[in-house]
């Protein structure tokens, strides 16, 4: 089998507060991988890691065999990634913004056109393409975060909370979209909340609690016969609220 | 709730403080301290002028006052982050809070700043002037107020005027010449006013009696009315005092209601290109120019100078006016060559000392996209001397023909290009060194001593250049010696470049945190 990230011992503290603790996870080339936890689990670190932009304390990274850390450069050009919330120039357009990321790429300028343009119309992002990205919304932006992950087409994607703020019809288009990125050879490595789609899209999940794996599997191996979502809650432990908390809720305000 | 929001005013300013550090500490403590000893200064000198019953003592007083009046809206114009322990009006709009409640805590916020208690200070001086029964005095102490609420009405008007009509393309150009020429007009008038008052005795009247009417004047008026008997006159000052107060919250009222309306303008960047390998990033002026990391990061740069970023619009067209200004007090008495350099550190240094700082989050999709910050680097430095070089040849020509030093124009070009060279490689240092986000006002708070001292590094190396300059003209001709020191100039800016992207390559982690912070 072949490896598109291998993470083996990896730790990382901010102060205090130990957010990863040795966490050792294998993603498989070609896969459409998860990774779920409860808020503060340590996911977005850990993609920060993957994706060259946090330096971890310990442990060593590898993506599609090539060590990410202490020089991250040769990793970033052959992996996408694409934040919760997309770290964009607010101020150029849609279409500068490939073209920024296309041409810090290495990538020619006809390419760099010839599939912006093909992004900008998959993502419906063609009557926008030239507002700047200051007046787009959430979803507009995540869309964007997307086109300038994939417009190189890297080898591994890695997304963080990628289907927040997407309306339906954009949630179908992402997901057939990553399909097709997964179907040529891509892999995929995600984070959500969204557990549905997680059990719908994903091959293997990993489950992270406390900076720490602490479940990992397919998605029939760790839902059984139930669902997802159940399984997740009695693996990092749910929480309900007591008969008496917040009672004065179920009045209407005055 | 106003008193609420004064008091988040209040937290605002503590926070900021405590996230300074100690540095933060002494930086605010020392900031209302300055502003009382200003504030009492200001107040004495005030006292002293009303207590002469003079017309030159009445004209310096109310000049003062429109001096402090102009202080309060040019901040927002020049500065228009300033005051990041502000309250943001947009963040009040998710409470329900109606209209006045939010305009009426926002404007007690600002009255809690060093700077209101300084200009209340200065008003409130005539209070002890000689002279004066004590229903003037009482009359004095309520006009000084309501100069502090003129001051920080307009100012505050102003600065969501200013940010409304940087909203949409139409108003960014407005705005850019609008805030252009108060930047000229307040020089013109700071000279005028110098001259008056060298020479001007007997107009000092007239003087008095025009300013006497602006919304400034008026409200220093209104105590010097009472003084001499006349309350009607006082009271139309009063009335003057009072309108332009209602009508700067009426601005201030409109640009509120205009952001919640959504109507922020259109910000569409259309553009034809022609050929297939034609980016609508790279400016037109570069197409042609080889596609890669540096010339990504120079389009990238342009673009947010040439007009999309609302501060690098400010630093491209205040710095050079300021630069001007200073040029021209300096080239009367001092060689085209030296009037230049300065005039060139000045438009400069502000370009290229922190080229990282106008990028925000984008910084980060940079970092990630694994290409090398030396090139990114290279690119911005070569974006901003691109905008410094014709704008500097044009303002040596410009001098030389205005002051007769036609003679001297070759030298004084290169010494400007020199000049560019030498802040350009101090700026490869400092936007590696210390980088921070323009757009957080505390930042800026916080660097400013480390741009200080950038500054003096800056000046240090023009003063070696200078001797260097000097000491080759003893045994070169003039231009020679002026081409060697810009041959120095463009080496240092090089390897500065080459060995600051390079560190930049090895860890890029302060300037994402720096930049994204």
Known sequence: MLTAIGISGLKKAFGDAHVIQDLSLTIPTGSFYGLAGPNGAGKTTTIRMIAGLLRPDGGTIEVDGVSVWPDPRAAKRILGYVPDNPTLFSRLSAREMLDYAGMLRGMESATIRERGDDLLRVLGLEADADRQIADFSLGMTKRVGLAVAILHSPRVLILDEPFGSLDPVNTQVMEQLLARYRDGGGSVVFSSHVLDVVERLCDRVAVIAGGTLVAEGTVRELAGTGSLEDAFVGIVGGRELKKEDLGWLSSSSD | ?517
């Open chain 2, 1 to 517: 709730m106003a008193l609420v929001l004064f008091r988040l005013r209040l937290a605002l300013q503590r926070g900021g403080r405590d996230q300074r550090g100690t540095g933060g500490t002494v930086w605010f403590v020392a900031g209302w301290v300055i502003a009382v000893l200003f504030g009492l200064a200001g107040g004495t000198l005030v006292a002293i002028f009303d207590s002469q019953d003079t017309a030159a003592g009445d004209m310096i007083v109310l000049l003062l006052m429109t001096a402090l009046f102009l202080s309060w809206i040019l901040t927002p114009v020049l500065l228009p982050g300033a005051g990041g322990d502000a309250i943001d009006p947009v963040k009040l709009e998710q409470f329900p809070l109606s209209r006045t409640e939010q305009i009426t805590g926002l404007l007690i916020g600002g009255l809690a700043t060093p700077t209101a208690v300084a200009t209340f200070l200065v008003a409130v001086g005539a209070t002890v002037a000689a002279g004066y029964d004590v229903l003037t005095r009482i009359i004095v102490l309520i006009s000084a107020v309501l100069f502090v609420v003129l001051c920080v009405s307009t100012s505050y008007a102003v600065r969501a005027l200013f940010a409304a009509a940087l909203a949409s393309r139409r108003g960014r150009d407005v705005a850019i010449i609008v805030s252009g020429l108060f930047a000229v007009g307040v020089f013109l008038l700071v000279e005028a006013s110098t001259n008056i008052l060298r020479s001007a005795d007997a107009a000092a009247g007239v003087i008095g009696d025009v300013l006497s009417w602006t919304p400034p004047g008026a409200a220093g008026a209104i105590g010097i009315q009472m003084r001499d008997g006349d309350a009607g006159g006082a009271a139309l000052r009063a009335v003057i005092v009072v309108g332009t107060v209602a009508l700067a919250i009426v601005g201030w009222t409109w640009a509120l209601d205009r952001h919640v309306r959504g109507q922020a303008g259109s910000s569409d960047s259309h553009r034809s290109m022609n050929r297939r390998e034609d980016l609508a990033l790279v400016p037109r002026l570069l197409h042609g120019v080889r596609s890669g990391t540096a010339l990504a990061a120079m389009s990238q740069h342009l673009r947010y100078l040439f007009f999309r970023s609302p501060r690098a619009v400010q630093l491209i067209t205040i710095t050079p006016l300021f630069g001007i200004v200073i040029g021209v007090t300096q080239a009367a008495s001092n060689p085209l060559t030296v009037s230049m350099a300065i005039t060139t550190l000045i438009i400069a240094f502000g370009g290229v000392t922190n080229v990282f700082g106008y990028d925000g989050v984008g910084i980060e999709a940079t970092v990630q996209s694994g290409a090398r910050l030396q090139q990114v680097l290279a690119g911005k430095i070569v974006a901003v001397v691109l905008f410094l070089v014709p704008l500097t040849t044009g303002i040596t020509i410009a001098f030389a023909l205005v002051f007769h030093h036609v003679d001297e124009v070759f030298v004084a070009l290169i010494a400007s290009y020199s000049t560019i060279a030498i802040v350009a490689a101090v700026g490869a240092w400092s936007s590696v060194r210390s980088p921070f986000n323009v757009s957080s006002a505390s930042n800026r708070a916080a660097q400013l001593p480390r741009i200080l001292a950038t500054l003096g590094v800056a000046l240090a190396l023009l003063i070696l250049g200078g001797i260097a300059w000097a000491a080759l003209t003893v045994i070169v001709p003039s231009s020679i010696a002026a081409l060697t020191v810009l041959l120095i100039g463009i080496v240092m800016a090089v390897l500065s470049v080459r060995g600051y992207g390079r560190r930049l390559d090895r860890s890029p982690d302060a300037l994402l945190e720096a930049v994204t912070g």
